[in-house]
């Protein structure tokens, strides 16, 4: 701001001392508006920097370690095959809705445990239903194959079927709790990432796989109130494909502890 123009004559010491008392105080007070506003300043660079380490924490998570490679297969692909694949986690569809399910399934599960590499069964929700009668024929689907520990449980929700926010939030959160209440296990949350943020609060203590086609692998942040990603399934083509941040190992760590 312009600084304050005193008088060149003086006509009175009165005056004089007068404007230099007012001048000193509007230099003082801009000098203490700067010191305010340096303050902010510096307060806001630190907020931005904070939140830019954040990003960049996720961003680079995969850096962290070597990511971890899986696909995620259902009835689409019902003849894939598991023993030339080179993924180290396979993620198969079980059941859809209260009644659905995956023809290929069992096949899927067998093979994959044959492998050795990391399994998992997931179940496509629907919110218009009752989420204990899906978790329950989700359940009774996978609890009929031979189980191994470190089997990996999961939810994807990628619909609302027309219910509002607080209404897909509160089936998910029913449907993870009984699935875990009944196993043990702390099954996996499944969606693409803007449904996740828009439906997934409060969720942050399920791990998170999500699906992000719009970034590279393993470079995506967390949406709604997650720290950080499990999985980031990257692309569809020519099949679902996915990485993890987590070796084999920890991920097996998330599965059931026993058969």
């Not at 095959?81 to 995956?102: C, H, L, M």
């Not at 828009?198 to 992000?212: E, F, I, M, Q, R």
Request: hydrophobic share 40%; aromatic share 10%.
């Amino acid at each position: 701001m312009p600084k304050p123009r005193l008088a060149t004559t003086l006509k009175n010491q009165l005056s004089e001392r007068f404007g230099l008392a007012v001048g000193g105080a509007i230099l003082a007070g801009a000098t203490a508006l700067a010191g305010v506003t340096g303050t902010a300043l510096a307060a806001g660079a630190a907020e931005h920097a904070a939140r830019t380490d954040h990003v960049a924490s996720h961003e680079i998570q995969h850096e962290k370690q070597p990511l971890s490679y899986g696909l995620d297969i259902s009835n689409y692909e019902p003849l894939y095959d598991w023993n030339a694949s080179p993924a180290q986690f396979g993620i198969v569809k079980a059941t859809e809705g209260t009644e659905f399910r995956d023809a290929s399934f069992a096949r899927n599960w067998r093979e994959i445990g044959a492998k050795g590499i990391v399994r998992g069964a997931y179940h496509y929700g629907h919110p218009g239903n009752d989420p204990i009668a899906e978790a329950d024929h989700f359940l009774s689907v996978v609890n009929a194959q031979p189980a191994k520990a470190g089997d990996l449980l999961v939810l994807d929700l990628e619909t609302s079927d027309g219910q509002s926010v607080e209404q897909v939030n509160a089936w998910a959160k029913a449907w993870l709790s009984h699935v875990k209440a009944a196993t043990g296990v702390t099954p996996m949350f499944y969606s693409g990432w803007n449904f996740a943020d828009t439906y997934g609060k409060g969720l942050s203590g399920y791990p998170l796989w999500v699906a992000h086609y719009g970034r590279d692998k393993g470079m995506v942040t967390p949406p709604a109130d997650w720290k950080s990603w499990t999985i980031h399934q990257y692309t569809d083509s020519p099949i679902d494909q996915n990485v993890s941040a987590l070796s084999p190992d920890q991920l097996r760590d998330l599965g059931r502890r026993t058969a």
